[in-house]
C-alpha cells in the first residue's frame, strides 16, 4: 500500500509539475497581461 | 418601449446582486446571533429554559446552516454573479432564473432553519437538511450553473478571468458532493436514510465535508479574491501565471485529502495516511496564494491605510495563510491525535471562518456596496470600528479555542502507570468554564462588528437606486 500512496502521490506532483511547464511555455505574456488585467477595464457607467 | 427594452439588456444585472448581498447580511447577523447563543449555552447550559427548540443540539445545526448557506453562499452567488458578468464584458445570461436562484435560495434557508429548530435532521453534517431539501438545493444550484455557465457562454473576451475558474470549480463539485452525499431512500416526507452504510458512509461524508470546506469556504471564496482584491487595489494580480498553477494545484489535491477527518477511525490505515498526504501538499497551493494576494497589495501602501476595505481583505489573507498552515500540521496523524475530538479544531474553523470568510466578505461588501448605490460609504469612521472588533474578536476567540483545545487533548491523553486515564472526561470539561466564557466575550465583538455594518450598508443603500452600469464599449475590448 505504501508503493500505492508513493506512486499516486509522484503522479500528483507530475500534474502538477505538467501544469507548471504549460502555463509557463504555451501562454505569451502578451495574453497574460490582457487576462490579468480584465478585471481593471470591466465597466462603463451610462446615466 | 422598444428601444427601452433593448438597452435594459445590454445593462448589468446588478439589482439581483444588491438583492443577495442584503440577505447575506440579514444571515450574518443571524447567523452569529445563533453562534453567540450555543457558545453560551456552553457556559449556562440552562439557556435552553426547557425547549427542545432552544438546545445545543437543535441551535447548533442553525448556527452551521445559517452561516455556511446563509450567509457565505448568498455572498458567493452575488460576487459570482457580479463578476462574472464583467469579465466575460455581457449582462447575465437568463437574468429571470438569477432571480429565481436568489429567491428560492432565501426561501430553502428560512424552510431549512425552521426544520432544524423542529428537530427535523439527516444527521450529516453540513448536510443536516431532509430530502425535500436536498432537491430543492439541487434545483437551485442547477439554476446557478446555467446562469453562470450560460455567461461565460456569451462572453465577448476570448480568456476566461481566474475568478471564473474559482467560482465555476465552487459549482461543479458542489453539486457532484452534494448530490452523491445526499443520496437517500425516503421513508416519510421528514425522514430518509443514507444509501450509504459505515465506513463507506463515513468516507463519502467526510469527502462531502472536507470539499465543501475546500470548494465553497475556500475556493469559492478565492474566486472573490482574485476579483475584488485587484480591483480595489487598482492593479493586476501579482502573478496571474501563479493563480493559475495554484487554481490546479488546488483542485486536484484537495478532492484526495477528506480521510484527516477520520485518522484512526475504522477505515483503511492507507487511506488516512493519502488524506494526510494531499493536506500537506495542499500547503503548496493555499501558501502560493496567499502571497500573490500579499503581493498585489504591496504596491498599494496607502490605499491601504486609508481604504477599510482593502485592509479587511489584506487581513483575510493573513488569516487565511493561518488556517491552511494549521489544516495540514493538524492533518498530520501524531498531532490529530492531540487535537480530534478537541476545541482545536472549533479554533482552526472559526480562524478560517472569522478570519478568511467573513473578513473577505466583509472587504467585499464594503467595496461593493458603495458602487452599486453610486454614492460613498455612509461612514468610514464606522468600517474602522468594525475592523478592530472583527480583528479582536477573531483573536480572542481562536486564543481561547487552542487554550481550551490544547489541555483538552494532552489531559484526556494523560494516563497514569497503569494505564488508567488520570483524569476524567466530566473534570476536564468542568476545567473549560473560562476558555468558553472567553468566546463568548469574543462572540460579543463579532457580532457588535457585523451590527455595525449592516448599519453602515443600510445607511449607505438607503433611499438609492441601483447604478445602472453598462460592458466597456467594443472599441476599447478590441484594443484590449
Ligand atoms: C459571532 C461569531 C461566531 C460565534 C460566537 C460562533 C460560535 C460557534 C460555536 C459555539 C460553535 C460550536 C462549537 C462546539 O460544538 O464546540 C460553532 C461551530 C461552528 N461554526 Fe461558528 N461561530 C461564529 C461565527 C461563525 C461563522 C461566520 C462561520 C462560517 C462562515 C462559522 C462556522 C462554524 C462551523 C463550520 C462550526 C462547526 C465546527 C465543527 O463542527 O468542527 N461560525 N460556532
Ligand atoms: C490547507 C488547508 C487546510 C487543511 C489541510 C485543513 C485540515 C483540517 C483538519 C486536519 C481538520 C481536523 C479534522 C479532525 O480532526 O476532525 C480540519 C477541520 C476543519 N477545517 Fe480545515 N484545513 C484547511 C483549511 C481550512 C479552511 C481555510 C477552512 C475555512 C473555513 C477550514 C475549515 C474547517 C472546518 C469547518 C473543519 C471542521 C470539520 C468538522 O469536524 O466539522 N479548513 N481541517
New interface residues.
Given amino acids: 500500500?505504501?508503493y500505492?500512496?508513493f506512486i499516486?502521490?509522484m503522479l500528483?506532483?507530475a500534474?502538477?509539475v505538467a501544469?507548471?511547464v504549460w502555463?509557463?511555455w504555451r501562454?505569451s505574456d502578451d495574453?497574460?497581461?490582457?487576462?490579468?488585467?480584465?478585471?481593471?477595464?470591466?465597466?462603463?457607467?451610462?446615466? | 418601449m422598444n428601444t427601452t427594452a433593448t438597452k435594459s439588456n445590454l445593462?448589468?444585472h446588478d439589482r439581483v446582486v444588491t438583492v443577495l448581498v442584503a440577505w447575506s447580511i440579514v444571515w450574518s447577523v443571524l447567523g452569529m446571533a445563533v453562534g453567540l447563543y450555543v457558545a453560551a449555552e456552553l457556559v449556562w447550559p440552562q439557556l435552553d429554559f426547557g425547549y427542545p427548540w432552544l438546545s445545543y443540539g437543535r441551535l447548533r445545526p442553525l448556527h452551521t446552516n445559517v452561516v455556511v448557506f446563509g450567509f457565505a453562499v448568498s455572498a458567493l452567488m452575488a460576487t459570482a454573479f457580479y463578476?462574472v458578468q464583467?469579465?466575460s464584458?455581457v449582462p447575465l445570461f437568463a437574468p429571470a432564473l438569477a432571480w429565481f436562484c436568489c429567491i428560492a435560495w432565501q426561501l430553502a434557508i428560512v424552510a431549512g432553519g425552521l426544520s432544524l429548530l423542529a428537530g427535523i435532521n439527516a444527521s450529516k453534517e453540513y448536510a443536516e437538511l431532509e430530502w425535500p431539501f436536498d432537491i430543492a438545493i439541487t434545483i437551485v444550484w442547477v439554476c446557478f450553473a446555467i446562469v453562470f455557465f450560460g455567461t461565460i457562454a456569451k462572453r465577448k473576451?476570448q480568456?476566461i478571468?481566474?475568478?471564473n475558474w474559482f467560482y465555476g470549480g465552487l459549482i461543479i463539485v458542489i453539486a457532484m458532493l452534494h448530490i452523491v452525499n445526499s443520496l437517500a431512500m425516503p421513508v416519510t416526507l421528514t425522514k430518509s436514510y443514507s444509501l450509504f452504510a459505515g465506513a463507506p458512509d463515513a468516507i463519502v461524508q467526510w469527502w462531502y465535508g472536507h470539499n465543501a470546506v475546500g470548494f465553497l469556504l475556500t475556493g469559492g471564496f478565492l474566486g472573490m479574491m482574485y476579483?475584488f482584491l485587484?480591483?480595489q487595489a487598482?492593479?493586476?494580480?501579482w502573478s496571474?501565471?501563479l493563480s493559475?498553477?495554484a487554481f490546479?494545484?488546488f483542485t486536484?489535491?484537495y478532492i484526495?485529502a477528506g480521510p484527516h477527518h477520520l485518522h484512526f477511525n475504522a477505515i483503511p490505515?492507507?487511506v488516512q495516511?493519502?488524506g494526510m498526504?494531499?493536506s500537506l501538499?495542499l500547503l503548496a497551493p493555499s501558501w502560493a496564494t496567499m502571497i500573490n494576494g500579499i503581493m498585489t497589495v504591496s504596491g498599494a501602501h496607502a490605499k491601504l491605510k486609508t481604504d477599510p476595505a482593502l485592509k479587511f481583505i489584506v487581513l483575510s489573507l493573513a488569516f487565511y495563510g493561518l488556517a491552511t498552515f494549521e489544516g495540514p500540521m493538524m492533518a498530520i496523524k501524531s498531532v490529530n491525535i492531540v487535537s480530534h475530538f478537541t476545541d482545536w479544531t472549533i479554533g482552526h474553523v472559526h480562524s478560517g471562518a472569522l478570519g478568511w470568510n467573513a473578513m473577505i466578505t466583509f472587504g467585499t461588501f464594503y467595496f461593493l456596496v458603495p458602487k452599486l448605490a453610486g454614492r460613498d460609504l455612509y461612514s468610514v469612521k464606522l468600517a474602522n470600528i468594525h475592523f478592530w472588533l472583527a480583528l479582536a474578536g477573531t483573536m480572542l476567540y481562536i486564543l481561547a479555542m487552542w487554550g481550551a483545545g490544547v489541555s483538552q487533548g494532552l489531559l484526556w491523553l494523560s494516563l497514569d502507570e497503569i494505564g488508567e486515564l488520570n483524569f476524567s472526561f466530566k473534570d476536564i470539561m468542568g476545567s473549560m468554564a473560562p476558555y468558553y466564557g472567553l468566546r463568548v466575550v469574543a462572540g460579543v465583538l463579532f457580532l457588535s462588528g457585523t451590527l455595525l455594518l449592516a448599519f453602515n450598508l443600510f445607511k449607505t443603500l438607503q433611499g438609492q437606486k441601483v447604478?445602472?452600469?453598462?460592458?466597456?464599449?467594443v472599441a476599447?475590448m478590441e484594443a484590449?
Fill in positions: 500500500m505504501t500505492f500512496i499516486g502521490d500528483v506532483m500534474f502538477m501544469v507548471v502555463v509557463y501562454t495574453v497574460i497581461n490582457r487576462s490579468a488585467r480584465i478585471p481593471l477595464d470591466d465597466e462603463s457607467t451610462d446615466g | 445593462y448589468y463578476s464583467r469579465t464584458h473576451i480568456p478571468y481566474v475568478s476579483y485587484p480591483k487598482g492593479r493586476p494580480i496571474y501565471r493559475i498553477v490546479w494545484a486536484y489535491s484526495w490505515d492507507w495516511s493519502l498526504v494531499m501538499i447604478v445602472r452600469v453598462v460592458p466597456p464599449p476599447a484590449a
